[in-house]
């Protein structure tokens, strides 16, 4: 290894690769290695948009590595496909029964030639040379019979446009080393990037936004706007702390209701550092407190199907050509199927797929609205049903009270509602399970069309097709190179009556990846979750009725968590409800992030529409604070109560969180930016390396700084001390002086 350090940026085409490359570069310690997800153009943007000083060398694969040459100056190392990452992907596709061929870019179809070769393999395999030749190639294909193809990633993204299963062949970890290797070698000679006009270069970026540039100590240097409010230079003035020595950050702030998308990056010029900030109007409506409505545009509709288990094209079975001829008329259309078949995954792809994509897919959820959501989609002359053109997507149709169904079929009778939008509606049904008068009555009245989502246990024959499918996307996903399951193990999955259907199917497959660390999944996995699911499943549930004994020798402790426990089962898991029969008024939950399965800007979004959604229901005067666990920073948890701005919900400091997990911030400098909103505090220690939940005055923790900053900075928040033995903690306060020896 060469002892100067490199700075590398990787362009994974996929996040399995993304995952993949991180791991490989903890073998390099003088490597600083930074991945973006971003497959052709969508890379070459992610490019576009860094720092040019920031990287001395840039790793990426195939066609995305290609365009990223067009717009920098530094050298592009590509990612190589070896014959074992096409031999483990070939043999990942022996479950699939019909017709398949090799289709790629001659860096996949070479080693496949020599595979083929070496092995006597009769397969298939067809070079092309651009995204126009993969269309034409897959045409004949398709023409020939073939539904399936083992590829590259230009090929693979074309492929699922047209229909076919395809499986992409990954990169290994072979692969990676080798692409690293490379780059730190061209980084030794390549040298330093020229500086000069970086800060004109930087500024004049197409952003569509406004730019601002700050001094360390927070002081104007630059800005192209009109005038930046008090509260503007504030914001980025908490958050230049935050900004990594490489890469950017993202967060988010609110100006006269408009939500804008924040990057910052460190900017060098002339070896002085300062930090820019690219203000850029997000997509993101800033929603109206509406339970159970939500508008939703053609892009994040995507980005959900994408990410679901119906975007695999197989997972549609024998019913893609009834659904697409679906999605082409404007006819009401029921959806029905048992819990887990996909139904709201079904709507999306027919609004998709429909000629009204680009008007807004409206969810009127009839579980989750109230009185003021029904009168506001009924009544408000801003309603989503008075827009023409809109889809308007009724969820939970079984959940509807009755006098709304009978108001909503009069509105959609009297105002020829199913003219002017399109109406879906789907509907939750148990095995052999009658239509409802409601039902029933809506489809005559509205001649409305029905589909019907089969249960996964009626195709227990396209298990072994469907598995493969979906663990080829799994080692995208997850970075992993697992090569299918043993015999018995896919035999398990079939015989299997899966109750609650895809949505269970794809959440055991999950584990099962997630699990596995060999190059199969084995039967003994499969048996183990399996069985665990039937527990899970027969399990009796606690009564509502039942009583707490009242047995004296009992601790103080058990009994109130038999209490709790009663009273969470009498309100149906809802814990919520059950604090607010028990009299509590503040509740702390964990925030939910986990880095490299959620992208923050997306899990910030997601959240702050939640939270949104779900406050109103609870009562005004409890506190709902999020704890954080595995958050890299308090950035993340900011942003959601910034933007979502209800007293109810608040926020939790868990001190031996912030210095172990995954926390990239020390403890101390968590306090200052959650100090506004921070309604309680978690008090542990630990050495940094493992959450011990240790006393306070045994860890690397500076406890008393700790104590200080939040007696200062937050007085009115409330301690929690967690500790198995909370003895050693009270006498070390004592010694401190915070608590009295009384």
């Given at each position: 290894m060469v002892e100067t350090h490199t700075r590398i940026l990787g362009i994974a085409p996929y996040d399995g690769m993304r995952t993949a490359m991180e791991q490989a570069a903890q073998a390099y310690p003088n490597v600083e290695l930074e991945v973006y997800t971003g497959d052709l153009e969508e890379g070459q943007a992610i490019v576009q948009r860094m720092a040019p000083n920031s990287y001395d060398c840039i790793i990426s694969r195939g066609g995305t590595a290609t365009l990223i040459r067009q717009v920098t100056d530094l050298p592009v190392v590509d990612i190589h496909i070896s014959v074992y990452d096409v031999l483990r992907t070939m043999k990942l596709a022996e479950n699939y029964t019909s017709l398949y061929a090799i289709v790629g870019f001659p860096s996949i179809t070479e080693p496949a030639h020599t595979l083929c070769s070496l092995l006597n393999f009769d397969l298939d395999i067809l070079t092309v040379r651009s995204a126009e030749e993969v269309r034409h190639t897959l045409e004949r294909l398709k023409q020939g019979g073939y539904r399936m193809v083992v590829c590259d990633m230009v090929t693979h993204t074309i492929a699922r446009e047209m229909g076919f299963d395809a499986f992409l062949i990954t990169s290994g970890i072979e692969s990676l080393h080798s692409a690293i290797d490379q780059a730190v070698n061209i980084s030794t000679w390549f040298g330093q990037l020229r500086q000069e006009n970086l800060f004109l270069r930087s500024i004049t970026q197409e952003q569509g936004g406004r730019v601002v540039v700050m001094e360390p100590d927070g002081s104007l240097f630059y800005h192209n706007m009109k005038d930046i409010s008090p509260e503007l230079h504030r914001c980025l003035q908490t958050h230049l702390r935050e900004i990594p020595a490489t890469g950017s950050l993202k967060f988010y702030y609110t100006e006269r209701s408009q939500l804008y998308s924040i990057t910052a990056q460190v900017l060098l010029m002339n070896n002085v550092q300062r930090y820019l900030f690219y203000c850029v109007p997000s997509r993101i409506p800033l929603h109206s407190s509406r339970p159970g409505l939500r508008s939703l545009n053609q892009g994040e509709c995507e980005?959900?199907?994408?990410?679901?288990?119906?975007?695999?094209?197989?997972?549609?079975?024998?019913?893609?050509?009834?659904?697409?001829?679906?999605?082409?008329?404007?006819?009401?259309?029921?959806?029905?199927?048992?819990?887990?078949?996909?139904?709201?995954?079904?709507?999306?792809?027919?609004?998709?797929?429909?000629?009204?994509?680009?008007?807004?897919?409206?969810?009127?959820?009839?579980?989750?609205?109230?009185?003021?959501?029904?009168?506001?989609?009924?009544?408000?002359?801003?309603?989503?049903?008075?827009?023409?053109?809109?889809?308007?997507?009724?969820?939970?149709?079984?959940?509807?009270?009755?006098?709304?169904?009978?108001?909503?079929?009069?509105?959609?009778?009297?105002?020829?509602?199913?003219?002017?939008?399109?109406?879906?509606?789907?509907?939750?049904?148990?095995?052999?399970?009658?239509?409802?008068?409601?039902?029933?009555?809506?489809?005559?009245?509205?001649?409305?069309?029905?589909?019907?989502?089969?249960?996964?246990?009626?195709?227990?024959?396209?298990?072994?097709?469907?598995?493969?499918?979906?663990?080829?996307?799994?080692?995208?996903?997850?970075?992993?190179?697992?090569?299918?399951?043993?015999?018995?193990?896919?035999?398990?999955?079939?015989?299997?009556?899966?109750?609650?259907?895809?949505?269970?199917?794809?959440?055991?497959?999950?584990?099962?990846?997630?699990?596995?660390?060999?190059?199969?999944?084995?039967?003994?996995?499969?048996?183990?979750?399996?069985s665990k699911e039937r527990s899970l499943r027969s399990a009796p549930a606690a009564h509502p009725a039942a009583v707490v004994s009242t047995d004296?020798?009992?601790?103080?402790?058990?009994?109130?968590?038999?209490?709790?426990?009663?009273?969470?089962?009498?309100?149906?898991?809802?814990?919520?409800?059950?604090?607010?029969?028990?009299?509590?008024?503040?509740?702390?939950?964990?925030?939910?992030?986990?880095?490299?399965?959620?992208?923050?800007?997306?899990?910030?979004?997601?959240?702050?529409?939640?939270?949104?959604?779900?406050?109103?229901?609870?009562?005004?005067?409890?506190?709902?604070?999020?704890?954080?666990?595995?958050?890299?920073?308090?950035?993340?948890?900011?942003?959601?109560?910034?933007?979502?701005?209800?007293?109810?919900?608040?926020?939790?400091?868990?001190?031996?969180?912030?210095?172990?997990?995954?926390?990239?911030?020390?403890?101390?400098?968590?306090?200052?930016?959650?100090?506004?909103?921070?309604?309680?505090?978690?008090?542990?220690?630990?050495?940094?390396?493992?959450?011990?939940?240790?006393?306070?005055?045994?860890?690397?923790?500076?406890?008393?700084?700790?104590?200080?900053?939040?007696?200062?900075?937050?007085?009115?928040?409330?301690?929690?001390?967690?500790?198995?033995?909370?003895?050693?903690?009270?006498?070390?306060?004592v010694r401190q002086g915070y608590l009295s020896e009384e």
């Open positions: 980005y959900l199907f994408s990410n679901s288990f119906y975007s695999l094209s197989g997972a549609m079975g024998t019913q893609d050509a009834e659904i697409n001829a679906l999605a082409a008329v404007r006819q009401p259309l029921f959806i029905c199927g048992e819990p887990g078949t996909g139904k709201e995954q079904i709507a999306r792809y027919l609004y998709l797929h429909s000629a009204l994509v680009n008007r807004p897919l409206v969810v009127a959820n009839c579980a989750l609205m109230n009185d003021k959501s029904w009168d506001f989609l009924l009544n408000h002359y801003n309603s989503p049903l008075n827009a023409n053109g809109n889809t308007v997507y009724f969820q939970n149709f079984e959940a509807i009270p009755e006098q709304w169904s009978a108001e909503l079929l009069a509105a959609i009778e009297e105002t020829g509602l199913a003219r002017r939008v399109r109406l879906l509606f789907s509907r939750s049904v148990r095995p052999e399970e009658p239509v409802s008068p409601v039902t029933r009555r809506f489809i005559e009245r509205l001649g409305a069309l029905t589909l019907e989502l089969p249960p996964l246990r009626s195709r227990s024959d396209e298990i072994p097709s469907l598995s493969s499918l979906y663990l080829n996307s799994l080692n995208l996903e997850l970075g992993k190179q697992l090569s299918g399951f043993e015999p018995r193990a896919i035999e398990m999955l079939r015989q299997y009556p899966w109750p609650n259907n895809y949505t269970q199917f794809k959440n055991l497959l999950r584990s099962l990846a997630t699990l596995t660390n060999g190059p199969y999944i084995r039967s003994s996995s499969v048996a183990d979750l399996l004296t020798s009992r601790t103080l402790e058990s009994i109130i968590g038999e209490v709790v426990q009663q009273t969470v089962a009498a309100h149906g898991g809802n814990r919520a409800a059950a604090a607010r029969q028990l009299g509590i008024r503040r509740l702390v939950i964990h925030s939910g992030y986990i880095p490299l399965v959620y992208f923050p800007e997306w899990f910030t979004e997601q959240s702050v529409a939640f939270w949104r959604e779900f406050l109103p229901e609870v009562p005004e005067d409890m506190v709902l604070a999020l704890e954080n666990v595995m958050d890299e920073t308090p950035q993340l948890m900011t942003d959601i109560v910034r933007q979502v701005d209800d007293p109810r919900l608040g926020l939790c400091l868990d001190v031996g969180h912030a210095n172990s997990c995954a926390s990239r911030t020390p403890p101390l400098d968590w306090i200052a930016p959650m100090a506004p909103y921070l309604r309680h505090v978690h008090l542990h220690n630990n050495l940094g390396d493992w959450d011990l939940h240790s006393s306070l005055g045994e860890g690397s923790i500076p406890m008393q700084q700790i104590l200080a900053a939040l007696l200062e900075q937050c007085p009115a928040s409330t301690w929690t001390i967690e500790n198995q033995d909370c003895t050693p903690s009270l006498a070390w306060l």
